[in-house]
């Protein structure tokens, strides 16, 4: 029997004997997501952090790690981040501030009842109640000469704050309000308020007829990128020390505030949230940045942006190989 007195003769050996095992588990758990992350067809990269120390790093197809990846509408998730550091500056009053007072002039003159009433909250969370702009009516909007005005145009469908509906455009309106509010544009904004601290590079990106950078989609980052940003997440929006996106904002980011038709997923501040503990952001074709404070780890994820990822497909995949193997990991 080992009592605390023989614990304390052990020798050196005697010690990694007995942590062996536990090594043991923990070279498996790794062994066995990067199997089944190497498993999927349509994943390009994969990052994961746990703590301090990154156990898998992987990119199996396409550029690589080091290279920047179209990460779609986890762009939508990015630019939530944005606003947060605009509230926290006090260069938006608050998130009840109405889009008719904070940017009134992108309001056309034809808007839909209502418009001017939405506000800042309704925009991040998807609850504006008008009409989609993506799926099928995707090409028409960007095909419009006034994006803003397009999506302001659009019938009503639910009330303001009411159901979520997914729209790009919803989001693009609430990245141009931004950028009147701050006098600043999106890409400055990211470069400043994240690129520099964490050290990131954050390319210029597609812009709207007006000038406006889009506000959801089309920004492009690297997966080492991408990982810190989770890494930032996870952490309460601390980086080296330093608080980068405020701690308050995180933890709202992380409230459910309404809840995805399709995935079923809650959604937040701007960021997915699931029952098992993940805040993810979501992009087209399987781009992926998720944190899980609890847990300690953090992952980005890049695949085929040409090719679809339903919740019942490839993204329910993703979703298995994040409540399951990468979990695991913890």
């Known amino acids: 029997m080992l009592t605390r007195r023989g614990f304390g003769r052990l020798s050196g050996a005697g010690v990694v004997a007995l942590a062996a095992p536990a090594l043991v588990r923990a070279e498996e758990a790794v062994a066995a997501a990067r199997e089944a992350a190497l498993g999927l067809a349509q994943l390009h990269a994969i990052l994961v952090a746990r703590g301090e120390e990154r156990v898998i790093a992987e990119a199996p197809r396409g550029a690589g790690l080091g290279r920047v ?18 509230v926290e500056r006090g260069e938006v009053a608050s998130l009840s501030a109405r889009l008719g007072e904070v940017a009134p002039d992108l309001l056309p003159e034809d808007a839909t009842e209502g418009a001017a009433d939405l506000t800042l909250e309704h925009l991040v969370t998807l609850r504006a109640g008008l009409k989609g702009t993506s799926g099928a009516q995707y090409g028409a909007w960007v095909g419009s000469r006034d994006w803003v005005g397009h999506v ?54 597609t812009r709207d007829p ?3 950078y889009f506000g959801g989609n089309e920004m492009a980052l690297t997966p080492e990128a991408m990982l ?36 079923g997923l809650g959604y937040g501040y701007g960021w997915f949230l699931s029952e098992s503990g ?38 329910g995949d993703l979703m298995r190989l994040l409540d399951g193997p990468v979990l695991a990991l913890a």
């Open 69 to 86: 990846a179209n990460i779609k509408s986890c762009s939508k998730s990015v630019l939530a981040l944005l606003l947060g550091s605009a």
């Open 152 to 205: 302001l145009r659009q019938p009503r469908i639910a009330p303001n704050g009411g159901r979520m509906i997914y729209s790009t455009g919803t989001t693009h309106v609430l990245g141009a309000a931004l950028a009147v509010a701050t006098g600043r544009s999106l890409l400055d904004l990211a470069r400043e308020r994240l690129g520099g601290p964490l050290g990131i590079e954050v390319p210029g990106w």
């Open 210 to 212: 007006q000038g406006f």
């Open 228 to 263: 810190r940003l989770a890494v930032l997440l996870r952490d309460g929006g601390r980086h080296g020390g330093a608080q980068v996106i405020g701690a308050e904002w995180i933890a709202a980011s992380r409230v459910v505030r309404t809840r995805s038709p399709f995935s």
């Open 278 to 315: 993940w805040m993810l952001a979501r992009g087209y074709g399987g781009q992926v940045i998720a944190a899980h404070a609890a847990r300690g780890l953090a992952v980005a994820i890049t695949s085929d942006a040409g090719r679809p990822a339903r919740s019942e497909g490839y993204f």
